[in-house]
């Protein structure tokens, strides 16, 4: 299994220009989230989903839109990129169940906005 | 909202020695606390967790107390090795009927000096 994994790795956007990160999970997990992590802070939710057709915003929502386009993936988009979403961006997944909890996080998409 | 604060914000012991982190967590609804290591450049992953209705687990080398009364819990790491250097992460989730939503706390990066 290859648990959660996320494309692309890195990413280079000029200000203005829109991309979408892309999430999987293989782990039949029924929520998945997306975090930014800047220098020296912790994670900060963006967006979660608790099952397909439903999401939810996070602690910091604004910026971003968020598809989950079936039980295994989940996408982020930036429709208009800023130098204040450069970070890295972690998606997770876990199972939403009573005596759940623990999240599996992916392996980070660096992505620097100039 | 949630909000959780970790202290310190670094940590340098002596191999051998023990690691003592302190969280502290705001909203009451919160029942599940799980403590995240991230290694340089890689993806946070769980070493332990508690919920609300347990005061002290442990796992070999490590262990979290909780005090729900008060609010706050603590990530101990006895004997400490040059492979816990890394930056842990505390957080703190309202449950599974919450979709299992995270706030995680700062950071502390432990440094063990051999």
């Known amino acids: 299994n290859a648990g959660v994994t996320q494309t692309p790795k890195f990413r280079v956007l000029k200000t203005g220009q829109s991309m979408t990160l892309l999430c999987a999970q293989d782990m039949n997990h029924n929520s998945m989230y997306w975090y930014r992590q800047d220098p020296g802070m912790g994670l900060r939710l963006i967006h979660y989903?608790?099952?397909?057709?439903?999401?939810a915003k996070g602690e910091v929502p604004d910026g971003y839109n968020v598809s989950r386009l079936n039980k295994r993936e989940f996408s982020l988009r930036l429709e208009s990129a800023a130098p204040s979403q450069t970070s890295v961006y972690f998606c997770?997944?876990?199972?939403?169940?009573?005596?759940?909890?623990?999240?599996?996080f992916g392996p980070g998409t660096r992505l620097t906005v100039l | 909202g949630e909000n959780v604060e970790q202290h310190p914000s670094t940590l340098s012991v002596q191999e051998g020695d023990s690691a003592v982190i302190k969280c502290t967590y705001s909203d009451s609804a919160s029942n599940y606390f799980p403590w995240y290591k991230q290694e340089l450049g890689k993806r946070p992953q769980l070493i332990i967790d508690i919920r609300s209705n347990v005061g002290e687990k442990k796992d070999q080398r490590i262990a979290v107390t909780l005090n729900k009364t008060a609010k706050h819990f603590s990530l101990h790491i006895t004997e400490t090795q040059p492979e816990d250097s890394a930056v842990y992460f505390c957080a703190a989730s309202p449950g599974w009927a919450a979709g299992n939503k995270l706030t995680f706390g700062g950071g502390t990066r432990v440094l063990v000096k051999p």
């Open positions: 989903s608790v099952g397909e057709g439903t999401t």
């Open positions: 997770a997944s876990s199972y939403t169940s009573s005596g759940s909890g623990e999240q599996f």
